[in-house]
């Protein structure tokens, strides 16, 4: 019996498994042209929002930019854009738009596809 639950079990698990997998790091390992092009986007003491809908997340979280970095990961020719000495996932991050009273999508602006994730915001 056991092994028949564990047959049942094991497959269930990594299919759940992988679909969490599947929305993470959209936009977080990306090309040296989009990474540059996301950092032109942000500011110091720029007020942005975090917020990954494919995540189940309910409501944005403001962070206010006190420091913005954008470089290699080590890791094939991939780039990453840091805010406050972490690295962020473009498609979870928001910042203010200029054709827009509501926060734009990173990721949009930078040229990254991600899915699942709105273009604006209410923060």
Do not use: H
């Amino acid at each position: 019996m056991f092994k028949t639950l564990l047959k049942i079990l094991f497959p269930t698990t990594i299919i759940l498994f992988s679909t969490q997998i599947a929305y993470a790091d959209q936009c977080s390992y990306i090309d040296k042209e989009e990474a540059l092009k996301a950092a032109t986007f942000l500011k110091l003491n720029q007020l942005i929002y975090l917020f990954c809908e494919p995540c189940g997340e309910t409501r944005p979280q403001p962070v206010t930019i006190q420091s913005i970095s954008v470089g290699t990961v080590g890791y094939q020719n991939f780039w990453q854009v840091s805010i406050n000495d972490q690295g962020v996932d473009l498609a979870y991050t928001y910042v203010p738009s200029t054709i827009e009273t509501k926060p734009i999508n990173l990721a949009a602006l930078a040229g990254c596809p991600a899915r699942d994730v709105s273009i604006f915001i209410n923060p």
